[in-house]
């Protein structure tokens, strides 16, 4: 058994090669779980080695009491013999069984959604809207206060913190139609009975409705990560590249409307490729040589005196700001204003600058944006109430059909839908490899292909359980509930190599014996199926009741771990029935070469205990 367990310990250990190959988010979020599972199995396997043949030796004297004697023992003997023995008298039958529970499997998977990562509760929240091209610094102050205000109007909202612009630094290039409002919440005590963060977005979305403002509320550090990583701050963005700026606009627009009609979209918006207006002094050559003015000290004239321009800079003990001059606002917020500017002349004569120039506004795109040196133009898509895999599928759908690109130009997906389908790529190329090692470690332990298929072809059963439970649990799949699966199908493994060893084991006993009839054939399977009872119902009580908690848990955080244990707790109700029927059933078929067994014999011997 000695060494079936040691490998056994590296199937589950291996199994988890996928999980350390994520990489991004992913490989950050679950990367330390894989690498203390397998620390802590390490450990384990050393100390079985090591310090429990010592205690063994000091702790395990005396008269040892048959394991027959304990009460749970014999009842569960008492429940799984008669199992056993029909699934003995129908083998076949039992192998159909399976297949069908297998299949029945089949229908949760098509309705299960998916997603990257579930949403995580964060504590506070972030509400992005984004306004139209156009809009003032003035307006976009009043719709600030006025979005603060139906905010403030919900009874969980504590505080209101807005912002509205680019802050003072070159790495946010944040336009001024984009609105960042931090709402933080009171305490979950305080809320109203009935009250969950689901609903509390609901309610926001439906409190805060202002013309011309798509809203979208999104946890603030998911945001900061996502808009990082892909610019993108929805769960669901579009980019369309091109190189003519009127059918990149023309395109989103297209997109944002197609958007809109699928079911789930709570807000699509398409960022503006025009719309955005500019004061161009147009210097007129000819007038400011009149008045021994060139272009440059004209310009220079427009930027210090409107734009401002440093002068020298104070310094406060130890800090230091700077002097910055320009004509006052009164003088410069209209185009009569800026025409009206005076101006000196080398001859010390006053002027206009509309003597000089023609001041007007023009329209022109609000923000460029490129990638991969080409155009781009960004939708925004938020989505509520249905997963994200199955929104976008109907989007690309709907504009694959609808939408018209012209030559040149190109769509592609983002935000954290571009982290799904990366992480989505990995596992594809990573899981199969991974199951080809597991195939050459079964055959190690076994020396037989038929064996190593057998435990290979009956781990989709064992997975069936976490899939129906994943269902019930109305959770979608996403990278946490691949690392659940994961961890299953390495137990599930497990499981199979030691119960088809103690199979093997009494088998080969009979067969040195020199028994090779039927009832020696059965026997054995009685003996070593048996005997397997008492450690599996340990494991398996073990493992729901460390992973319950985690299930069951509630806080930040809980999200994720929910989602990795639910697909364990599942598959321990049909990983069990996999080894304890369907392995003996799928083993005494494989052995009739050596052995007939017919089904009047059987039912003979059903009664008989190993």
């Given amino acids: 058994v000695g060494p079936a367990l040691f490998f056994s310990l590296l199937i589950i250990t291996l199994s988890f090669i996928p999980v350390f190959t994520l990489e ?83 229908w949760p998977v098509s309705r299960l959604g998916g997603e990257f990562l579930p949403p995580l509760d964060e504590g506070d929240l972030l509400y992005m809207p984004t306004a139209l091209p156009g809009l003032s610094a003035q307006k976009a102050s009043e719709l600030l206060q006025q979005t603060d205000r139906l905010i403030k109007t919900v009874p969980e909202v504590a505080h209101v913190f807005g912002k509205a612009g680019r802050a003072d630094t070159a790495t946010d290039a944040a336009p001024l139609t ?18 969950t963060p689901e609903k509390l977005v609901k309610e926001l979305d439906q409190a805060v409705q202002v013309p011309g403002m798509a809203n979208l509320w ?13 610019g993108i701050k929805s769960p669901i963005g579009v980019k369309v590249y091109g190189t003519d700026l009127a059918q990149i606009d023309k395109t989103t627009q297209a997109i944002e409307r197609i958007a809109k009609t699928v079911p789930g979209v709570s807000s699509a918006l398409a960022e503006r490729m025009t719309g955005g207006r500019y004061i161009d002094v147009d210097i007129d050559r000819a007038a400011a040589a009149r008045y021994g ?12 005196a409107i734009g401002g321009a440093t002068i020298g800079e104070t310094v406060e003990g130890l800090a230091r700001y700077p002097i910055s001059l320009r004509y006052p606002r009164e003088w410069r917020d209209s185009l009569s204003d800026l025409r009206n500017l005076p101006i000196y002349t080398p001859q010390g004569s006053q002027i206009t600058l509309g003597t000089v120039a023609t001041v007007k506004v023009t329209e022109g795109p609000p923000m460029l944006k490129s990638e991969n040196a080409r155009l781009t133009g960004w939708v925004y898509v938020d989505v509520r109430d249905r997963d994200m895999a199955t929104v976008v599928k109907e989007i690309r759908a709907k504009v694959d059909d609808e939408a018209k ?29 991974t199951l080809v090692i597991i195939f050459v470690l079964l055959y190690l332990i076994f020396a037989r292909f038929g064996e190593a298929l057998l435990i290979m072809a009956t781990l989709p059963f064992a997975l069936t359980g976490g899939v129906w439970f994943l269902y019930l ?60 009872v008492r450690p599996k119902a340990m494991t398996v009580a073990v493992i729901i009741a460390g992973l319950l908690p985690i299930l069951w848990g509630s806080g930040t955080g809980s999200e994720i771990m929910s989602r990795i244990a639910a697909p364990m707790v599942g598959g321990m109700i049909t990983a069990p029935l996999l080894s304890l029927f369907v392995l003996p059933a799928a083993y005494l078929l494989m052995r009739r070469k050596q052995s007939r067994v017919t089904p009047t014999e059987v039912t003979h011997h059903a009664g008989e205990q190993p």
């Fill in 473 to 532: 649990l109305d959770y979608d799949l996403s990278v946490a509930t691949g690392v659940g699966f994961i961890a299953l199908a390495g137990v599930s493994a497990e499981f199979g190599v030691i119960m088809l060893l103690y199979l093997k084991n009494a088998w080969t006993e009979r067969l040195d014996a020199g028994s090779k009839d039927e009832h020696a054939l059965l026997d054995a399977i009685r003996e070593g199926a048996v005997q397997r």
């Fill in 24 to 106: 991004a988010q992913e490989g950050r979020l679950f990367g330390p779980l894989a690498f203390t599972k397998t620390y802590a199995m390490a450990a384990a396997a050393g100390l079985s080695v090591t310090l429990v043949p010592v205690l063994m030796g000091y702790w395990i004297r005396g008269k040892i009491p048959d394991e027959h004697r304990n009460p749970i023992n014999r009842g569960l003997i008492w429940i799984y013999q008669p199992a056993l023995d029909a699934v003995l008298r129908w083998p076949k039958a039992t192998l159909l069984v399976a297949v069908l529970v297998f299949l029945t499997g089949l």
């Fill in 405 to 433: 690109l012209e030559s040149g130009m190109s769509i592609s997906y983002s935000g954290q839908f571009e982290f799904m389908e990366r992480a989505n790529a990995k596992l594809k190329l990573v899981v199969p490899a």
């Fill in 178 to 195: 984009m609105f960042e409002t931090t709402i933080q919440f009171k305490p979950r005590d305080q809320w109203r009975p009935g009250m």
């Fill in 218 to 230: 999104i946890p603030p550090i998911r945001n900061r990560i996502d808009m990082l990583a892909t």
């Fill in 293 to 304: 003015l060139n272009i440059a000290g004209v310009q220079a004239i427009v930027a210090g």
